[in-house]
């Protein structure tokens, strides 16, 4: 009885803590039957876009654990990008090594301009979401200095594929056909294999040496993660593998089957683990087994003609899906160092983390850094993958998008996951595929749906920091008189100095 | 011998903005031994100890003089950093812990334990990761070395009952390797009776593993029941070193408060007046007043016309509270009558409209529109309550800028407001004036019960006289009931007919201005003259 | 030379880096030739059809909701009252019915449409703004968004017979930029309009004086706005309002509602951007729907910052000299950068570059120092 209500009381909280995304599932289910189209190209235009936007939107949950809230700042990591893609065409360079040069520009770029934001953001402590959105306008009208007036009108650029016919001024869009486009989609899986293998070599090349200079004790996860890395390098010189691997699309359909085997075979290992090595009893055995059944059942689902069609018919860009898994790992790696303690120390509180040592600015400016920077690495995805760069158009709603994106997955301004991003990006975008159609049979007008979907990426944005907004205030409670002697004499001349100001 | 002592801070002067808080004080702690530090609000105990941990706001303005040495050796703490170097630890007032994070988290903040890496070693320590198993066991066996084996060192820190907390935060100073010295400030302020002596057995089973401690509190019974020897501040300056054995209640009492009582006001006007038990201007009946940080707990009182009646008592007690709920500031139970009037509080400027008139304690916070000319600040309350000050013109009531001009300049001349005209902001200018400009506001109301807030808090001397003067002279000259609230038990000493000291949340006793020294002190400690005998 | 120091710091940097550039600009204009009399025309006439929407941004500050971004909704409330208000002149047929009344009752009829709307709206959202004390600019600005994005799907969805409003061929749906040169487009600002469609005696409402234009019934109705603001400020009222903007608390003990007076302050804030937006439709001519109003908020409270307002403290003043500077810089830009270098954009990227510089410019101020 009592294990009866639990149940029901975790699935109210459950349902509570994701109104937002509950409410939004609705709405985008809703939608996806009003719009009477076909699954394969909802599916498959979801996939596309969760390629394009997810890193972009992973950049968000760095600042937001550091409690600088939701970084609408990212614009300026956007910006790097395209100051490194324009380069790189420009020069002329092209496919997987012109791709490489553009996050070498962008990346030092990117550091930089984190940096200065970070210091900004310094100077405004508890205004960083308004001055993270006006620095974002801010930064596109330099940019628009830069490429409209700089770039042809003070620096002599001469390209007509590149410049406007009069000489000064970038043109409104760049082709990336043939040389950036699918720069990152089109690495073969072999390619990938091979290099893995390279790096983990050398990684753990590095790691001997380092042990045997008794700086570094080797463990068992090293030689693992080696042996599974070379097991599969192995392997892909099986020809049907190697043939099979040497695509750069994946079906979802393999996507999907190569990812129930991974798990499976780790239930397995789990299951032999708790029989034949620690000799618990089958209590332990419940849940693999239980998972084994959920895994046969998904992959039975796949044999449904429907779900087959749309699964053979999505094909997944490889590389930019590891960038995404990487990163999903880096986020969750970070928090476990020094650094991500002291970021999530700082994001409870600063006044504490002041009094117990950690450099708080300083953590803070770390965390835009990170978040620019992977900000300009998301957008090289995107423009890669879209293949034509509106230079004066692809930045200024990154920050809006990702972050109505992130909440929509039901993150706030002080808490996001990795899971809150991956199911908003889902989400939001399933919403963005279907919003014209659905408008269009709703109210016999695309148009709506186009409007209804710029409006519900306002308003939920609207929504979710008005209701943070309402939580800190009525958190605050009324000023103490206490300790009045010296905290108002010691801040005086500051009081005054604003009065003087204002 | 001198280096008896593990810390031994030696003539410490500290200035603020020409204002001179500390005055050669001495404090010499010998290890192992639980010294108490005891002084009134306002004696300087937290600047000594801001000095202690090397706090910015010391450098920032202006440091300090004097010397400190621990074990013997001059010490030169600059960053709170450094104090943490030499083993001085803290355990505040206001929790120092993230409610969100679990207790050894909490414990551990700061100082994590990490594992070098593969990246950190290339990269720098903070990509160390998290040693969690080793700070656990740390976080551990800090919490046993206090007897706290009852609470988990996984458990969130947030929904704890307070006496955990504290009980965390001591478990976190004790984990610091090579602590030495600890710092308690006011610990027992929050916490229950039972915790609050779980507290005090805490503090003695850390004195006996040889760290010393520095106990700063009110409360004087706690200081004999477990403190060694105590050091006694009044005003700044240092008063005496006491050991405990050879002191008793009522002499400390008198050492923090005796001084003499300077004659603040003209005695021309220390006329006797009739006051009587059946003229009440203002009653309190069981007054509650949910101010967080000075709460009013079911408070009765009447106060007579015609009076000067002065609430004192230690900061945190509730004095403070009683004006600030009158004035709307705070929600408010219970009674208050006016002239037999009952007050309906809920209201907003309920209290104005009956002719009961408030300078706040916190000038610039309440008291005061900082960036608003004088005029305005002066007129402002009277043009909104009464009216006044203004021209009608039809339904539309527009300022009468010629008639608060007038008045502005008749208050300017009657305080001695030194300004530079009608229209100069309140935020420029001094703490002196700025005072004036608010009695002037409260008094264009011409109330009949003025209250007064620490009036005199951080104005300079002449501003102080005149203000009490001035209060004085309402009083005697237009028979206005007076209230004054102030920590400074010689103003209410030299000026008022009754003074009632409060302390938690309720009058304690009710003194006349020439009772003893030592009466007061105890009074002040929330110590019954019986007790102390 | 203390005098000298003491000028310098109440203009304040910014101001006089932008004062000092809008002069070069006039200057260099007048260099290169430009009759001094139509760019000053121009230059006048969008100070007046700006002024009225920076001027809202007085009871916003001054009430303590800080830099009302969302005057949006103030914007939108005075382009629905318009568009109404055409479509009844058009259904009644007022032109043949009222001749030369027909746009004055029309600018009225708008005109109170929008206000009666931007106080409910107002009110509503001053509500809100009192639950997210703190943080209202930021919640402002996605309201505002919000609104803008809310008020496309509605403009999109409404069916109006009037063809200067509607498309053609289509049942429903309002164009991007409605005409209002048959309705009341120029009335107060622009003589050709005046001349040709009012009688003699109302002549006076825009002439010409050689090159230079004079709007002198936009001028006086805005003076009459600015007057009238000016004086709200100087009654009981009005005091109390800036009290509760400037001291929650002092003013809590004279007993006054701080909640209440905030509300009132964002509601006259709102009432004056539907004003605002009306004034700005006639002078420009144009009904400007959809996204067009997104980022007037924008240039509204980077022209009263460049005035010298700051994010707590505002005046009269502030708006006249930050209108003024702001919009004087966009109208002589253009002329001065064509002759150097051929970008016509140059003015917009201007625009975005000093608004929202001297918008950090003051959050930085307000917001500066440690936690």
């Known amino acids: 009885m009592s294990q009866k209500t639990n149940v029901l009381q975790k699935a109210g909280s459950f349902l509570f803590d994701n109104k937002v995304m509950i409410a939004f599932a609705a709405i985008c289910v809703a939608a996806i039957v009003l719009s009477g189209s076909p699954m394969t190209f909802i599916v498959d235009g979801v996939f596309t876009r969760i390629t394009r936007n997810t890193f972009t939107v992973l950049a968000l949950i760095i600042p937001v654990l550091a409690g600088l809230g939701l970084n609408f700042g990212i614009v300026i990591g956007a910006v790097a990008a395209q100051i490194a893609v324009f380069c790189v065409v420009y020069w002329g360079f092209g496919g997987f090594s012109g791709m490489l040069l553009s996050v070498l520009i962008a990346t030092p770029l990117a550091v930089l301009f984190g940096y200065l934001v970070g210091k900004l953001f310094n100077r405004m402590k508890g205004a960083e979401m308004i001055a993270g959105l006006i620095l974002g306008y801010f930064a596109d009208g330099l940019y628009q200095l830069l490429f409209l007036v700089i770039i042809g009108g003070i620096i002599p650029v001469n390209n007509p594929k590149l410049i406007i016919s009069g000489g000064v001024g970038v043109k409104n869009t760049i082709d990336l056909t043939g040389n950036l486009k699918y720069a990152i989609d089109s690495v073969r899986m072999v390619d990938i294999v091979t290099v893995l293998f390279y790096v983990v070599l050398a990684i753990t090349a590095i790691k001997v040496v380092l042990h045997l200079l008794k700086k570094y004790q080797l463990h068992k996860g090293d030689f693992i993660l080696f042996g599974v890395v070379g097991l599969l390098f192995g392997i892909s010189y099986i020809p049907v593998i190697e043939r099979f691997l040497s695509t750069d699309r994946l079906g979802l359909l393999d996507a999907l089957t190569a990812v129930l085997i991974v798990l499976a075979v780790v239930q397995i290992i789990k299951i032999v683990k708790s029989i034949w090595i620690d000799k618990k009893p089958a209590k332990n055995l419940v849940k693999p087994i239980l998972a084994l059944l959920g895994y046969g059942l998904i992959f039975g689902l796949t044999f449904i003609p429907e779900i087959e069609n749309v699964l053979l018919f999505v094909k997944l860009p490889v590389l930019p899906f590891l960038l995404i898994a990487g990163l999903c790992w880096f986020n969750h790696k970070i928090l476990s160092t020094r650094l991500g303690q002291n970021m999530r120390t700082v994001g409870q509180s600063q006044s504490v983390a002041m009094a117990s040592g950690i450099n708080v600015d300083q953590t803070r400016v770390i965390a835009m850094i990170i978040s620019t920077v992977l900000a300009s690495w998301g957008q090289l995805i995107f423009l890669q993958n879209i293949g034509t760069f509106s230079t004066y158009g692809a930045h200024t709603q990154i920050a809006q998008f990702a972050i109505a994106a992130l909440l929509v997955g039901g993150a706030s301004v002080q808490k996001a996951t990795n899971k809150q991003a991956i199911i908003g990006v889902i989400l939001f975008h399933t919403l963005f595929i279907v919003a014209p159609q659905a408008g269009k049979q709703l109210f016999d007008n695309a148009q709506i749906g186009e409007y209804f979907r710029v409006f519900v990426s306002y308003g939920v944005i609207a929504l979710s920091l008005a209701m943070h907004a309402w939580k800190q205030f009525k958190k605050e409670v009324q000023p103490p008189t206490e300790g009045i002697d010296l905290g108002n004499s010691a801040l005086s001349p500051m009081a005054e100095k604003q009065q003087i100001l204002d | 011998m001198e280096d008896q002592y593990l810390l031994s801070m030696n003539n410490i002067s500290k200035e603020y903005y020409g204002n001179r808080v500390l005055k050669g004080v001495n404090l010499k702690v010998k290890p192992g031994e639980i010294h108490a530090l005891v002084g009134e609000n306002g004696a300087g105990k937290s600047t000594l100890m801001n000095i202690l941990f090397g706090m910015p706001v010391i450098y920032s303005t202006g440091g300090f003089e004097g010397e400190i040495q621990m074990s013997g050796e001059s010490t030169s703490i600059d960053c709170p950093h450094t104090a943490m170097n030499c083993g001085i630890g803290m355990v505040h007032q206001e929790f120092m812990l993230i409610p969100e994070f679990n207790v050894t988290e909490n414990i551990k903040l700061g100082r994590e334990i990490g594992e070098p890496t593969a990246f950190s070693k290339i990269f720098g320590n903070l990509l160390d990761k998290m040693n969690w198993p080793q700070m656990s066991r740390d976080a551990r066996k800090a919490l046993d070395s206090i007897g706290m084996m009852n609470i988990e060192e996984y458990a969130k820190v947030a929904g704890m009952p307070i006496g955990y907390k504290q009980f965390v935060e001591i478990a976190r100073e004790i984990d610091k390797t090579g602590i030495k010295l600890l710092v308690f400030d006011e610990p027992t302020a929050v916490l229950t009776e039972g915790e609050a002596d779980r507290l005090l057995e805490i503090m003695r089973l850390i004195a006996q593993k040889g760290i010393a401690i520095i106990f700063i509190t009110h409360r004087l019974t706690e200081v004999m029941a477990v403190a060694d020897s105590m050091t006694i501040l009044r005003d700044g300056e240092f008063v005496a070193r006491k050991d405990v054995k050879e002191i008793n209640l009522a002499r400390i009492a008198e050492l923090m408060i005796g001084r003499k009582v300077d004659k603040l006001v003209d005695d021309s006007l220390l006329r006797s007046r009739d006051l009587s038990d059946d003229k009440i201007a203002l009653e309190f009946k069981n007054y509650h007043v949910d101010m967080p940080g000075e709460r009013v707990k079911g408070m009765n009182i009447k106060i007579r016309e015609g009076e000067i009646f002065g609430f004192g008592g230690l900061a945190g007690q509730g004095k403070i509270g009683i004006a600030n709920g009158i004035m709307g500031l705070f929600d408010t139970q219970g009674d208050v009558y006016a002239f037999g009037k009952r007050l309906d509080l809920s209201k907003l400027g309920e209290a104005l409209r009956n002719d009961i008139a408030f300078v706040s304690e916190d000038r610039r916070g309440v008291g005061l529109l900082l960036g608003e000319s004088i005029e305005r600040n002066i007129t402002f309350s009277a043009m909104q309550i009464k009216d006044e000050f203004l021209t009608h013109i039809g339904p539309i009531k527009l300022l009468d800028k010629a008639k608060a001009d007038q008045h502005t300049r008749d208050m300017i001349k009657l305080l001695d407001i030194r300004c530079t005209g009608t229209s100069q902001a309140a935020g420029s200018l001094s703490g002196g004036n700025q005072q004036k400009v608010c009695l002037a506001r409260a008094i264009t109301m011409d109330p009949k019960i003025l209250i007064v807030s620490e009036p005199t808090r951080g104005i300079d001397i002449g501003a102080k006289k005149l203000v009490l003067e001035y209060l004085t002279k309402i009083n005697r000259e237009q028979g206005t009931t007076i209230v004054m609230i102030s920590s400074e038990l010689v103003e209410l000493r030299s000026l008022c007919d009754r003074i009632a000291i409060v302390s938690e949340g309720k009058v304690f006793s009710v003194m006349k201005p020439d009772d003893s020294d030592a009466a007061f002190g105890l009074a002040m400690a929330g110590v019954r003259e019986e007790e102390a005998a | 030379m203390k005098t000298l120091k003491n000028i310098y710091e109440n203009i304040g940097l910014p101001r006089l880096i932008i004062g000092l550039f809008f002069i070069f600009l006039v200057v260099t204009s007048i260099v290169l030739g430009f009759s001094p009399a139509a760019l000053f025309s121009d230059v006048l006439r969008r100070w007046l059809m700006y002024g009225t929407l920076v001027l809202a941004m007085v009871p916003g500050i001054q009430s303590g909701i800080g830099l009302n971004f969302g005057i949006s909704l103030g914007i939108s409330a005075g382009l629905l009252g318009s568009v109404f208000a055409m479509e009844i002149s058009f259904l009644r047929n007022w032109n043949e019915v009222l001749g030369a009344g027909a746009p004055w009752l029309t600018l009225l009829l708008a005109l109170l449409f929008g206000i009666i709307m931007a106080a ?24 505002g968004f919000s609104v803008i994005a809310f008020m496309n799907i509605v403009w999109l969805s409404l069916a109006f017979k009037n063809g200067e409003l509607s498309w053609p061929l289509q049942g429903r749906g309002l164009r991007n930029t409605a005409s209002l040169s048959g309705s009341f487009g120029g009335l107060l600002s622009n003589p050709d309009v005046v001349q040709s469609t009012q009688p003699a005696w109302l002549h006076w409402l825009a002439f010409k004086i050689g090159d230079f234009t004079v709007p002198l019934g936009l001028i006086l109705v805005f003076a009459l706005l600015c007057f009238i603001i000016w004086l709200f400020f100087r009654s009981k009222l009005g005091i109390a309002m800036s009290a509760a903007g400037e001291n929650q608390l002092f003013t809590t003990t004279t007993g006054i509602n701080v909640d209440g007076k905030r509300i009132q302050g964002t509601a006259i804030s709102t009432v004056l951007g539907a004003v605002g937006i009306i004034l700005y439709a006639q002078t420009y001519g144009f009904l400007q729907l959809y996204n067009a109003p997104l980022m007037m908020g924008f240039a509204s409270v980077a022209s009263i910052l460049i005035g010298g307002a700051s994010v707590r403290r505002a005046k009269i003043s502030h708006v006249l000299i930050g209108t003024l500077l702001f919009q004087g810089i966009l109208v002589t830009a253009l002329p001065v950068v064509n002759e150097v270098i051929e970008i016509g954009t140059l003015p917009e990227v201007l625009r975005i570059i000093i608004s929202n510089g001297i918008i950090l410019y003051a959050l930085s101020k307000t917001k500066g120092g440690n936690q």
């Open chain 3, 120 to 143: 409910i709206l107002g009110t509503l959202y001053g509500m809100l703004l009192n639950r997210v004390k703190g943080s209202e600019m930021t919640v402002s600005t996605y309201v």
